[in-house]
């Protein structure tokens, strides 16, 4: 049992995610570590994949980089919104042959077996990959949701046979996703899906991503796309202050117990540094919640308001939107947790204008007296 002080555990968590002063130099080795990069639209001052790609690597990172390793060299994959290394797909296989175990889908897709043949049907015959508006709804039954995929009949069908391996994501074109038949995007040695058995593959995971988190709950809260949890993987851990058992990844463990300096990062929103809030809160104590779908007057932080981090804590959110029509990077305001120092500061204000060269744009600062 690793007993460990808060001080420890938040360095653990910084160093798995790449944020300490050892900048990696390459795409493919961050996406490696962190495991997965988040898609989402949302661009208020860029897109999630990119934001996140650009606290790793800095200036040096191009989004034509990802979508180069997406799209040409095929080093990397997408599967339900989030972007992975094509090596961990086998890790995956065996999910997928097994996907969907809940009964509406399965009814579902039943009910709509001659649809299913008939999207295949059309992925299959056309030479350049399709997005969804491009084949024909011939469903018998719409799919029933709440939500915003409620009658989105082939987008859903799309969905399915993604999740099932059938087909795949080949690229995009603007924010649409482009599908063809999976086995001109995956490489054949990955077909197999008989390499993992579904629990092998579950405990791989465990180990990739704690791996990725540093630290985390054996058991936590079920999160969408991602769980946040890892099982028995790594080593047991208690940290000092805060209840329950941990566990810890021993390999990152040893590299903080080794040296550790920290550097002031912005954070998108959907980081894995503070994706799981309550871990947040518990190691770094951190509050924070994405207010983009609360109306404005009830916004504590911004719309898109970026977390800080400043050497091994979170520290303060950044509310900002790039404005591209009036070339520059509008900063509202800078929620300090706890009154900056001088250094802390100087610290975010240069990071502030790293992040607006890397944009192309000038910093705004209405209000602001700095």
Excluded: C
Aim: no cysteine; glycine share 6%; proline share 5%.
């Amino acid at each position: 049992m690793h007993r460990l002080d808060a001080t420890t555990a938040r360095r653990v968590a910084v160093r798995a995610q790449l944020l300490d002063a050892e900048r990696p130099t390459d795409l493919l080795e961050v996406v490696r570590r962190l495991t997965l990069l988040q898609v989402d639209p949302t661009a208020a001052i860029a897109p999630n994949a990119d934001l996140v790609a650009f606290s790793r690597l800095g200036a040096s990172y191009r989004p034509a980089d990802l979508v180069r390793a997406l799209e040409h060299d095929r080093a990397l994959f997408e599967l339900d919104a989030l972007v992975r290394p094509i090596g961990d797909l086998p890790l995956f296989r065996a999910e997928m042959a097994e996907w969907p175990t809940w009964d509406r889908a399965q009814v579902w897709l039943e009910q709509n077996a001659a649809f299913r043949r008939d999207v295949l049907r059309r992925l299959e015959a056309s030479t350049e990959p399709l997005a969804s508006r491009e084949i024909d709804d011939t469903s018998i039954v719409s799919w029933q949701s709440t939500g915003w995929t409620h009658n989105r009949n082939v987008g859903r069908m799309l969905e399915v046979l993604a999740l099932q391996g059938e087909i795949a994501i080949a690229g995009r074109r603007g924010r649409e996703r482009l599908f063809t038949i999976a086995d001109r995007v995956y490489p054949a040695d990955t077909a197999d899906t008989a390499s993992f058995t579904p629990e092998q593959a579950a405990g791989a995971r465990n180990e990739r991503r704690l791996a990725a988190l540093g630290i985390a709950r054996a058991k936590s809260t079920k999160m969408p796309l991602e769980p946040v949890d890892v099982g028995a993987a790594g080593e047991p851990a208690v940290v000092e202050g805060v209840p329950g058992e941990w566990r810890v990844d021993p390999v990152v463990l040893d590299e903080v117990r080794s040296g550790f300096t920290g550097r002031t990062a912005l954070l998108s929103p959907f980081d894995r540094l503070a994706y799981d809030r309550l871990r947040a809160q518990q190691l770094f104590d951190f509050e924070y919640t994405l207010e983009m779908y609360k109306p404005a007057a009830k916004r504590r932080w911004g719309y898109f308001a970026l977390p800080i981090l400043h050497g091994d804590r979170l520290v303060g959110k950044l509310d900002a939107v790039a404005d591209r029509k009036r070339g520059v990077l509008v900063i509202t305001a800078i929620h300090e947790d706890a009154a900056f120092d001088r250094s802390t500061s100087a610290a975010v204000d240069a990071e502030i204008g790293s992040l607006a060269d890397w944009l192309g744009l000038d910093v705004e600062r209405p209000g602001l007296g700095r």
